[in-house]
């Protein structure tokens, strides 16, 4: 899906910069921000960039550096960048040429980080659990994804890795994640900084059931007590219809059904 973004994305350049008409091959279809070697026809690099810049704005960038807490050095780690693409919606090997483009880091340093691939860091992130495939991605969700909107696929999983006051009595409300669509397939304990009485961490994996489409809602409480307010909540935007299948696409369906 990521690469279906970019490829329209770079046909949404050539309409803009009102290019000529030209005939694309099946490599055009694997096209990346940056290649190896530029392209010869100017139209085409001219695509591209325009491509580049209208998915990875510099701002952008800095936008979720700025809210996840990443630094610069972070970039260099592989699970940092993969849940960079994530949230840019783009391939993890197109984000790793992003982040040179942007001098962010250097291509020795892409390079190492493409040695790692996708396949490992869900593994990584999924643990002892085996999804029925790894088709999907696998996102990890922190307090500091409150308030977003998250676009995927209904193949995802999520990793919650969530800080809880247990020894005050709170706890996170894991029936609201079901009520949002939601099924838990593994959950633990990590130990906290605090030594003993201290804020734990719950680390929960879910994947989404009976709805694509939605929000993503829990809150930190004492259950026993629902009159009193949460200590803290959590509140995602989310949208896991893609990609489109084959046929007509979701809106085009839409059309049609409200035309009948």
């Not at 591209?48 to 972070?74: C, E, I, K, Y």
């Amino acid at each position: 899906m990521s690469i279906q973004r970019f490829t329209a994305a770079h046909e949404l350049g050539h309409y803009i910069l009102q290019h000529e008409p030209s005939l694309d091959d099946d490599s055009m279809l694997r096209r990346m921000p940056v290649n190896a070697q530029p392209a010869s026809d100017m139209q085409e690099v001219e695509a591209d960039a325009f491509a580049t810049a209208f998915m990875f704005p510099t701002w952008l960038l800095g936008w979720h550096m700025t809210r996840q807490r990443w630094t610069v050095s972070d970039l260099r780690r592989p699970s940092t960048v993969y849940q960079l693409a994530l949230r840019l919606g783009a391939s993890y090997e197109a984000t790793c040429w992003t982040l040179v483009r942007n001098t962010l880091i250097d291509r020795k340093q892409a390079r190492e980080l493409l040695l790692t691939k996708p396949r490992q860091l869900k593994a990584n992130l999924l643990g002892q659990y085996e999804p029925a495939n790894y088709r999907g991605d696998v996102w990890l969700l922190t307090a500091r994804d409150a308030d977003t909107r998250l676009d995927g696929s209904r193949n995802d999983h999520f990793v919650l890795r969530l800080e809880e006051h247990s020894g005050g009595g709170y706890l996170w409300d894991m029936d609201q994640l079901s009520a949002s669509g939601f099924a838990i397939v593994r959950e633990e304990l990590e130990s906290g900084d605090d030594g003993i009485g201290g804020p734990v961490i719950r680390r929960v994996t879910a994947q989404p059931t009976s709805s694509y489409r939605g929000k993503m809602a829990l809150e930190e409480r004492r259950l026993w007590d629902p009159d009193e307010e949460p200590l803290r909540s959590l509140e995602v935007d989310f949208d896991l219809t893609g990609p489109e299948e084959e046929g007509l696409s979701r809106a085009e369906r839409r059309d049609l059904l409200e035309a009948a």
